[in-house]
Structures are given as structure tokens and as C-alpha cells.
């Protein structure tokens, strides 16, 4: 029978009519809210950044491969499409789709307003799953191979800039050399991603359009758009493309070219490094308080123990068994709140956000495995380490004092 546990157990029984029991339950109180706190903290920031470069990847794919310039510029040189990378980075593990695009500047005109935009022409092998989520009006159109179709999905952003409305004629007009055609499409879906950099910016359109435009071929686009997995392998496949597709053509990752949004991104993980360190902080005063108490209340029995032989040892056991019992107590707490929480935020969006400001309409929740392992082992880990600091006190008390003044 382990000594050291059965004391443990007895002393959380015999404690819940004292004195130190008030501050158990705090400490108990304080790890639960500290853990909830970190564990909704983290799924709020994997979930907005999950978010937000979804959102990237959805205009851009993960990796995009163009021919090689000296200046990046929406209007690429022209690849053939029959590659010889192709069918080998499609059967690539971590790809899931490639698909060919190609890019236009234009000018949106109307009888009051004008507007810069990008004419974004896409293949029939374009995966338009992105987009079916973020459609609030109308709905996406089909690309054949046969011939062109004069659809095209626009912006809310772009539909409120230039009044615009679904099946409306949208006329833009293009710089070829000297020249300045126009062409007329109709408005076949408006999307609404929240990103206003994007949003304002593309017009998505059969890429025959570009190809006329552009006097290429059928068997010519602008490049490849690539997309993978998982995002966790984009340096690494980036890499791996790059060495894939020869020297004549370039690639280059989603993070590369929208660095500052990613900066950003990555800046957000120092705000949620100071709230982990308060939240620790705050937590840890309590909870070396609670166990100082606890010590000091059973200053009489531990004087006893040490009388009977027991070492400083033990009895930093049977204070730690304590300690492991208000942790287990708090973790348990703590994670059922804060699951509760987030699986509520998840199902039903209780907290909505100003998509102007943030990008997202409601507050966005991960529940990575990894991230909850993680939260909960390093709490585990500092309670653990902040015990024992307290526990050596143990040693400094003397059997003779301890039960003459008890």
C-alpha cells in the first residue's frame, strides 16, 4: 500500500471543513480558468489563422507556377499547359489538385464609376469549392472546352463600388498594345470572402477570354496554381516544385507572394505568448499560496510524521498527491468549459465579428488534438514544478517545535 497516497487522500477528506478548504477550491477555481483561457485563446488564433489563409489559398492555390520575369505582374508570359511535371506532381502524395489559370488587369467601367480590377481566367479543371462557399448571390458558372462562356462571378465589394447586380452586363476594357478592346460578360454569382484586398480585386471569367485577348493559343495559360494537403508542408513542397518544373519556369509559395499578410499572421501569436505568460503568472501566486497554506495548517502533523521516521521525502509526497489533486480537479474544469465553449462558438456562432475589420463574420474555433495535448501537458508540467518549490519548506520543520507549540 502506498503510505504517501492513503495520507494524501485522507488529508482531502478531513480538509473539506476547514479552513484551507476555501482556498483548494480557489486554487482549483483559478487553474480551470487559467486552462480554459489558454485553451480557447489558441483555438481563437489557429481558428483565425486557418481562416484567413484558407481564404488566401482559395484565389491562389498554395504554390503557383508561372514563367520566370524580372518583375511579378498580372500579366504573365504565356506556358504551354502539356507539361512534362505534371502527371508527377499530380500523383505527389501531398497534392491535391493543380489546375491552370491565367490573369488580365483590367478596367471595369460603367456609366458613373470606374474600376481597376483583375480578370482571373480559369480552366475546366478548376475546383470551385472555395468559391460555392462564399457565393450570397446567384451561383458559379461552367467552363467547357468547347467554347467560351460570357459568364463571370463577381464581388459584393465590387458590385456595391459600381452599383452592379446579378445578371447585370458587366463591360471592362483591356490594354493590348496600342489598342484598348472591351468586352461584355454577365454576371452569373456575387461572392463575398471578407477579404477586401482580394475581394475588390478579382473578376473570375472563362480563361477563352484571356487567351483571345492575350492572341494565345488553346494550349497556352498563364500558369498552374497548386494546392496541397496540408499547409504545414508549403516551404518544403514549395521546394520540391520548384526542382519539378525546370529552369524556364518559377515557383513561388502563397507565403511569398502575400508576405505582409502572413507577417501579420505570425504577429499574432506574440499576443497570445503575453496572455499565456499572465495567465501562468496569475495562477501560479495562487496556487503556491494555496499549497503554503495547506503546509502551514498541517504543520503539526508533519512533525508527528518526521517523530515517526518518516523522511522529508514522503512528506513532500503526500503534499504533491495533494497538489496532483487539485491540478486534476482544475484541468478537468478547465477543459470541459472551455470544449464546451468553442463546440457551442463552432455549432451555433454565438460571437459574430465585424467582417469589414476582422475578415471573418464570426469568431473562428480550431480544436486541433495536438494544441489541447500540448495545453494541457505543459500545465500539467508548470503546476507539477510549481509545487515543488513550496514542498521543500517540508524540510525546514523541526518534529520537536512542530508539536510543542501545536
Avoid at 456575387?190 to 485577348?213: A, P, R, W
Avoid at 512528506?315 to 496532483?324: K, S, T
Avoid at 455549432?347 to 500540448?374: A, C, G, H, M, R
Amino acid at each position: 500500500m502506498n503510505t504517501e497516497f492513503f495520507l494524501a487522500n485522507r488529508l482531502v477528506s478531513r480538509s473539506k471543513g476547514n479552513f484551507s478548504w476555501t482556498f483548494v477550491v480557489i486554487a482549483i477555481t483559478s487553474i480551470a480558468m487559467g486552462l480554459a483561457i489558454m485553451f480557447i485563446a489558441v483555438a481563437i488564433l489557429t481558428g483565425f489563422k486557418k481562416e484567413i489563409r484558407e481564404k488566401v489559398v482559395g484565389f491562389s492555390g498554395h504554390i503557383q507556377i508561372t514563367k520566370f520575369a524580372e518583375n511579378s505582374n498580372y500579366e504573365p508570359q504565356p506556358v504551354e499547359k502539356d507539361q512534362p511535371f505534371y502527371l508527377k506532381l499530380k500523383n505527389t502524395r501531398e497534392i491535391s489538385h493543380i489546375q491552370a489559370f491565367a490573369t488580365k488587369a483590367g478596367i471595369i467601367k460603367t456609366r458613373d464609376h470606374i474600376q481597376g480590377v483583375i480578370l482571373k481566367g480559369i480552366g475546366i479543371d478548376y475546383n470551385w469549392d472555395f468559391f460555392r462557399d462564399k457565393m450570397v448571390e446567384g451561383q458559379t458558372f461552367r467552363v467547357t472546352q468547347a467554347g467560351r462562356t460570357d459568364e463571370v462571378i463577381i464581388s459584393r465589394k465590387i458590385a456595391n463600388l459600381m452599383n452592379l447586380h446579378l445578371n447585370d452586363d458587366l463591360r471592362m476594357y483591356f490594354i493590348v498594345g496600342n489598342t484598348t478592346p472591351g468586352r461584355k460578360f454577365r454576371i452569373a454569382g456575387i461572392y463575398d470572402t471578407g477579404l477586401e484586398e482580394f475581394d475588390k480585386l478579382y473578376v473570375i471569367c472563362d480563361m477563352h477570354h484571356i487567351q483571345k485577348l492575350n492572341n494565345w493559343t488553346d494550349g497556352e495559360v498563364g500558369g498552374f496554381e497548386v494546392f496541397l494537403k496540408n499547409f504545414d508542408d508549403i516551404d518544403r513542397m514549395g521546394v520540391y516544385v520548384y526542382h519539378q518544373i525546370g529552369f524556364s519556369l518559377d515557383a513561388s509559395t502563397i507565403k511569398m507572394l502575400n508576405q505582409q499578410i502572413f507577417d501579420w499572421l505570425d504577429l499574432q501569436d506574440i499576443n497570445v505568448l503575453i496572455i499565456l505568460i499572465l495567465i501562468v503568472l496569475v495562477s501560479s501566486t495562487t496556487i503556491i499560496s494555496t499549497l503554503l497554506i495547506l503546509i502551514l495548517e498541517r504543520t503539526t502533523m508533519i512533525g508527528i510524521l518526521k517523530a515517526l521516521g518518516m523522511p522529508n521525502k514522503g512528506i513532500r509526497h503526500v503534499f504533491l498527491y495533494n497538489a496532483l489533486y487539485i491540478v486534476g480537479w482544475g484541468m478537468l474544469w478547465g477543459n470541459l468549459i472551455a470544449f464546451t465553449l468553442c463546440m457551442l462558438q463552432k455549432k451555433f456562432s454565438l460571437v459574430t465579428l465585424s467582417q469589414e475589420t476582422y475578415y471573418v463574420s464570426v469568431i473562428p474555433v480550431n480544436l486541433d488534438v495536438w494544441n489541447i495535448l500540448l495545453i494541457n501537458a505543459g500545465t500539467l508540467l508548470t503546476c507539477y514544478l510549481i509545487f515543488i518549490v513550496p514542498s521543500f519548506i517540508i524540510s525546514r520543520v523541526t518534529p520537536v517545535k512542530a508539536i510543542r507549540f501545536s
